[in-house]
């Protein structure tokens, strides 16, 4: 007899039946739905994405123009600059070589003023002051020469001004080379299209380079290099023309600055004076006042040795009076006596000691003080006896300039060398006891 077989399996209802085949059918239109919508999304995206492909190809390759325009602009302009700064260098240098060639024209005899410039440089210690004297000096070395120390300011200015104008022209050349290379580069990147061989991918291609600099940045830096070789060419010009004002300057009143010259050395020569005979005047007390302040010691040194002997018979009667029996050794009104006497000699002993020390540290300082004295004194008698030979030297200028130099002998100069190198006699500290 047959059986029924049934699976062990959940049994569904008709309506999760027919439940389950809505869901499907739903779910599949839905995704269907969905399907379409980004389908047509996509179409939409990828036209919009190859037209702003497109035109932001267009839009850099028009950038790209531009940019290729304003470096080409700035080209020209820094080309015109440094064009300009050349002419002016090659001015500048000429006008310094003008300069140069009219410095070597005055380089006339000044032997006079240059003997008495060189024979006060013998002048020793404090004496080697730029009094009066040496600016006189100076001055009429800068009449005699005829704006010789202008001339050769003015070509020293034209070399730092030549430093400057090479400086700026560098800049400017640097600056156009690198624009030259930019402009390739920027060429060479307009040239490309999507068809043309050696594009590739390249690894992080959006980078940002870390001496990249804003477009401000750029425009300011080639301005600032062209405002500063246009001031250099400014400076230069008005260099140029102070100094063909210098070169057409004349003489100078040779005989007022001769007179002003001569009047600051007796001016000086007697202040000389006056300072030698106060510092022998100084020497003199200091000498005095060394001898007193000697005899000071000696008496303090008696009066300290003088404090011994009693110091002693204080120091004995003290040590035998505790050798008293029992109660005999009480602290009396001798002990107490003996102590103070102790104490006041002691007392009076340091005093003296500390006088004593005082008198020496004034002795050293005045011993000190005198052989200042002695060594100015000889620095004043050798400033005085060097100028009272330049004087004797300044007589030569009465002679005219023309006649001076046909006449001199070739060998003053020399002699006056010599007699500048002999050397002047020491100090004699034999007299100073430096102890």
């Known amino acids: 007899m047959a059986t029924l077989s049934l699976k062990p399996t959940q049994r569904f209802a008709p309506s999760d039946w027919f439940s389950s085949n809505e869901l499907i059918s739903t779910n599949a239109e839905r995704q269907r739905v969905s399907s379409h919508q980004i389908r047509q999304e996509s179409r939409a995206l990828a036209n919009v994405t190859a037209n702003q492909t497109k035109w932001d190809q267009h839009d850099n390759n028009t950038r790209l123009d531009n940019r290729i325009d304003d470096i080409t602009k700035w080209r020209e302009t820094l080309e015109r600059c440094l064009a300009e ?10 006008s310094k070589l003008t300069t140069e060639q009219a410095l070597e024209a005055k380089a006339l005899p000044l032997d006079v003023a240059i003997e008495c410039l060189t024979l006060r440089e013998g002048r020793q210690s404090i004496d080697m002051v730029r009094d009066n004297v040496e600016a006189e000096l100076h001055k009429e070395v800068e009449v005699i020469e005829g704006i010789k120390g202008q001339l050769q300011k003015r070509i020293a200015e034209s070399f730092e001004q030549l430093c400057l104008l090479q400086e700026a022209r560098q800049q400017l050349q640097s600056d156009l080379k690198d624009k030259t290379e930019a402009q390739s580069i920027d060429r060479t990147c307009y040239a490309l299209n999507n068809e043309s061989a050696g594009v590739s991918y390249k690894p992080n291609p959006t980078r940002v380079p870390k001496e990249s600099t804003t477009p401000e940045a750029w425009h300011q830096f080639s301005q600032y290099n062209k405002d500063r070789a246009e001031a250099e060419m400014r400076a230069s010009v008005t260099l140029r023309e102070a ?10 009143e040779l005989e007022a600055q001769r007179n002003a010259t001569e009047f600051a050395y007796r001016k000086r020569i007697h202040e000389t004076e006056r300072a030698e005979g106060e510092l022998e005047w100084q020497r003199k007390n200091t000498k005095e006042e060394i001898e007193e302040v000697e005899a000071d010691i000696r008496n303090l040194e008696e009066a300290i040795r003088a404090k011994a002997a009693p110091l002693k018979v204080a120091h004995t009667r003290l040590e035998t009076r505790t050798y008293r029996p029992n109660v005999e050794l009480c602290r009396d009104k001798p002990q107490y006596g003996l102590v103070e006497e102790v104490r006041q000699i002691e007392g009076s002993i340091s005093q003296l000691k500390e006088k004593l020390a005082q008198a020496h540290h004034a002795r050293d300082a005045l011993y000190k003080h005198l ?37 001199r002998p070739s060998d003053d100069f ?3 060398q010599q007699r500048r190198s002999t050397p002047v006699s020491p100090i004699k500290t034999s007299q100073l006891d430096l102890e």
């Not at 009272?388 to 130099?405: N, Q």
Request: proline residues 2%; hydrophobic residues 35%.
């Open 414 to 416: 020399s002699r006056t």
């Open 85 to 94: 700064t050349d002419d002016e260098i090659r001015a500048l240098n000429q």
């Open 243 to 252: 100094t063909a004002a210098t070169l057409a300057q004349t003489r100078n």
């Open 371 to 407: 052989y200042r004295i002695e060594e100015d004194l000889a620095c004043k008698r050798n400033s005085l006896d060097l100028d009272r030979r330049c004087v004797d030297v300044r007589r030569k200028l009465i002679v005219p300039a023309e006649t001076f130099v046909a006449e």
